[in-house]
């Protein structure tokens, strides 16, 4: 791991600001205990990183989708994951006005948008454009 990379504690310290603000809004807002849940896990992967990678994968993925995924209240279920995954990134554009994700999360995000798109014949190596 970089020694210049952020910490679950130093998460939760640039969280705090925003957790206090939405608690003033909504006693446990969803958004902080997804936060929560998110940091919880992630805390877990930097614990199993030096031990076992498959388990610092799997707590990886789990704090992930802790963050994206939403639920629907009419229903009462899940929104779909790939629903949840574009809302998700297209929040998370949205706020980069400072192009802090340097093109990483717009190539992620051509990935999953071409995963049926490769069976109809496109290439990954189009580029962004062709999926959008």
Same mark, same amino acid.
Request: aromatic share 8%.
């Given at each position: 791991?970089?020694?210049?990379?952020?910490?679950?504690?130093? *998460?939760?310290?640039?969280?705090?600001?925003?957790?206090?603000?939405?608690?003033?809004?909504?006693?446990?807002?969803?958004?902080?205990?997804?936060?929560?849940?998110?940091?919880?896990?992630?805390?877990?992967?930097?614990?199993?990183?030096?031990?076992? *990678?498959?388990?610092? *994968?799997?707590?990886?993925?789990?704090?992930?989708?802790?963050?994206?995924?939403?639920?629907?209240?009419?229903?009462?279920?899940?929104?779909?994951?790939?629903?949840?995954?574009?809302?998700? *990134?297209?929040?998370?554009?949205?706020?980069?006005?400072?192009?802090?994700?340097?093109?990483?999360?717009?190539?992620?995000?051509?990935?999953?948008?071409?995963?049926?798109?490769?069976?109809?014949?496109?290439?990954?190596?189009?580029?962004?454009?062709?999926?959008?």
């Amino acid at each position: 791991m970089p020694t210049d990379a952020i910490t679950v504690r130093d *998460l939760r310290r640039l969280w705090k600001p925003h957790k206090e603000r939405l608690n003033g809004s909504a006693a446990e807002h969803p958004t902080n205990i997804r936060f929560h849940r998110a940091c919880s896990w992630m805390q877990r992967a930097e614990q199993a990183v030096k031990d076992d *990678l498959d388990l610092a *994968l799997l707590s990886q993925w789990i704090a992930f989708n802790a963050l994206y995924g939403q639920w629907d209240h009419e229903v009462r279920e899940p929104l779909a994951d790939s629903v949840c995954w574009r809302h998700f *990134l297209e929040r998370m554009l949205d706020l980069d006005k400072g192009s802090v994700n340097d093109g990483r999360i717009v190539q992620r995000a051509a990935v999953e948008k071409c995963g049926a798109e490769v069976g109809k014949g496109l290439s990954l190596n189009q580029g962004v454009g062709a999926f959008q």
